[in-house]
């Protein structure tokens, strides 16, 4: 069973740039959530996919878009970056959007 | 909105200590989660529970699902160093929520532990 999958690693933009975060669900798991992860702070939900269509969103400005292919890969890009958009990104992955959420292991942003 | 407060918020131990923390809400919960988080990785789901009185065990893990279903606890028993890291209960929302699909953490519980 393959567990999820997030790239990049780490990631480095420059304020007012444009970035597309990826995610890879878990085998058999068909819905994909995203979250952002300040420092010292708990996950906060940006939105979920499922059936390739936005499933719920958090409280998170539109210029952070999300995508969702048939193979239930997922997509966030986040437009315009400010500084307070460094933070580390988690996919999450669950199976027709039960509660239990697999997390993948992040994508680290850094805007300077 | 719903929001999740954990206690204690760090807590150093010693190696073969057992471990408590726990999770409130003013707001009921239909299902608790906890994870865990180790530097620079994303949280592992620990427990599900699904129903108030509900007491799960992983291993050296056990979680109660509070009977009021507004807290819920975690207890670790014979701690070991690989037990260091953030501790974090999450749930759904409650019934008429809008937040489809979300889940609303709580600000985690580090925990240390003393070989």
């Known amino acids: 069973e393959t567990g999820v999958t997030q790239s990049p690693t780490h990631l480095i933009k420059t304020r007012g740039q444009q970035v597309t975060l990826r995610c890879s669900s878990q085998?058999?798991?068909?819905?994909v959530s995203w979250y952002q992860q300040a420092l010292g702070q708990g996950p906060q939900f940006i939105f979920q996919?499922?059936?390739?269509?936005?499933?719920g969103r958090g409280n998170f400005p539109p210029r952070f878009s999300g995508l969702q292919f048939p193979n239930y890969s997922s997509e966030l890009n986040v437009n315009a970056l400010e500084l307070d958009d460094s933070a580390l990104y988690l996919c999450?992955?669950?199976?027709?959007?039960?509660?239990?959420?697999?997390f993948g292991p992040g994508t680290r942003l850094t805007v300077t | 909105g719903q929001q999740l407060n954990q206690s204690p918020q760090s807590m150093f131990i010693q190696e073969g200590e057992d471990v408590s923390m726990n999770c409130t809400s003013s707001?009921?919960?239909?299902?608790w989660l906890w994870y865990k988080q180790d530097p620079g990785e994303g949280p592992v789901l620990l427990i599900a529970l699904y129903k108030a009185g509900e007491l799960t065990s992983n291993g050296r893990l056990t979680a109660q699902f509070g009977i009021t279903r507004k807290d819920s606890f975690l207890n670790i028993s014979a701690s070991i160093p690989s037990d260091v890291g953030i501790y974090f209960c999450a749930g759904p929302p409650g019934p008429g929520s809008s937040n489809t699909g979300k889940l609303i953490f709580g600000q985690g519980t580090t925990l240390q532990v003393k070989p």
């Open positions: 085998s058999g798991h068909n819905t």
């Open positions: 996919y499922y059936r390739e269509e936005e499933n």
């Open positions: 999450a992955s669950s199976l027709g959007g039960g509660d239990e959420q697999y």
């Open positions: 707001s009921i919960f239909n299902t």
